[in-house]
Structures are given as structure tokens and as C-alpha cells.
């Protein structure tokens, strides 16, 4: 079944399906009358309601779980859909399809470290200690994707779009650079 086109859940998303559209909101905001929430009209507005979490701090790790509460957004299509959601977790959908049709390439912290400056390419020689520090202290703890590059699987559950990492993020090597110093 494809989320896309039925009722579904992405990380701390879910949304229901009728007859003209979808309905998109918190998982914790239950599954009452939209009423009750305030109505996100655009995608600018949305990606407004995203950057902050419930106390109004910057969110800069996108697959963090602490998205903000009490709103929803009423997509039309299941093509809005899919742009809603590349506002909210963005390149998950496309990850998704990819790992669905075997597209998926997938390689270690290692390879990706080679991709970066300098000072990143260094942790591939003796850095193993810092990125399984950062590993723990920040993916672990606060991102609710799964590291591929760590060896983690992709999480199938009928009608949840699985959030998967596929590269380490500028924050992640941040946090493997301090701890490694
Ligand atoms: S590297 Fe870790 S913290 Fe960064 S996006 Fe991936 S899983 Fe999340």
C-alpha cells in the first residue's frame, strides 16, 4: 500500500485520507476535529511552523522529534502531499521510493567523510571513538532517523514512511569533530 495515496505516518507526522483530500497534523494532537488546531494555509507557512519547536527555538536538525503541536494542513492531492512533506522532513519520500526500487546506494561514514574538508577527512584515520560518540549523543538521542551509514536497517511498517539518513549531516560532523578534540 502507498502512504502517498492513503492514510499514513512519517516520523512525528501522520495523515488521514477522505474523499477531496488529506489531512496532515501532530501525531500527539490526536485524531479529533481539525477545528480544534489552527489551520496552515501555505508551504512558506508551514516551513515557518517547522524551524521552531514548541518553545520557539530554531530546529536545526530536521529529524529531530520535537516538532511543534496544535496545527494541521489540508493537502488536495497526493502530489501536495508529497510537497508538504518534503517541507517537513525534506528528501525522506524520495529516500523512501529509493530504497523501495533498489536505488538506494549506500555507503559508510567513511566514504561520505571523504566528500568533506580537510579537517572531516581527518576522523577517518583515527576518528572511529568520536563518530560513535556522535553517534550516540546526538543521533541516538535526539534524531529520529535511522543511520544507514552506521549499518542501522530501514524500518518497514505498513503505511509509515521510514526516516532514514543516508549521509552524515554538517551537525553530525561538528559534534565528532568537538568530541574527538
Ligand atoms: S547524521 Fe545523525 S543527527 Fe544527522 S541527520 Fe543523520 S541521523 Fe540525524
Not at 60 to 79: C, D, H, I, T
Not at 139 to 156: D, E, I, N
Amino acid at each position: 500500500m502507498n502512504p502517498l495515496s492513503q492514510s499514513g505516518w512519517i516520523g512525528q507526522i501522520r495523515w488521514s485520507v477522505d474523499g477531496s483530500g488529506f489531512d496532515l497534523r501532530h501525531e500527539r494532537d490526536g485524531d479529533g476535529s481539525v477545528d480544534l488546531l489552527r489551520k496552515v494555509e501555505t508551504l512558506t507557512e508551514l516551513e515557518e511552523v517547522v524551524r521552531r519547536d514548541g518553545e520557539g527555538k530554531y530546529r536545526p536538525l530536521r529529524g529531530e522529534m520535537n516538532l511543534v503541536q496544535g496545527w494541521f494542513y489540508r493537502a488536495k492531492s497526493s502530489e501536495e502531499l508529497r510537497e508538504v512533506l518534503e517541507v517537513i522532513y525534506p528528501g525522506a519520500v524520495g529516500n523512501w521510493e529509493a530504497e523501495r526500487e533498489g536505488r538506494l546506494v549506500q555507503g559508510d561514514w567513511k566514504e561520505a567523510a571523504k566528500r568533506q574538508m580537510g579537517r572531516v577527512q581527518k576522523l577517518i584515520e583515527n576518528g572511529e571513538k568520536a563518530v560513535e560518540r556522535a553517534e550516540r549523543e546526538l543521533c541516538q538521542a535526539r534524531c529520529g532517523k535511522s543511520p544507514l551509514w552506521s549499518g542501522k536497517k530501514c524500518r518497514a511498517e505498513v503505511g509509515r514512511i521510514p526516516l532514514v539518513c543516508v549521509e552524515p549531516c554538517p551537525i553530525f560532523w561538528d559534534v565528532a569533530l568537538a568530541s574527538g578534540s
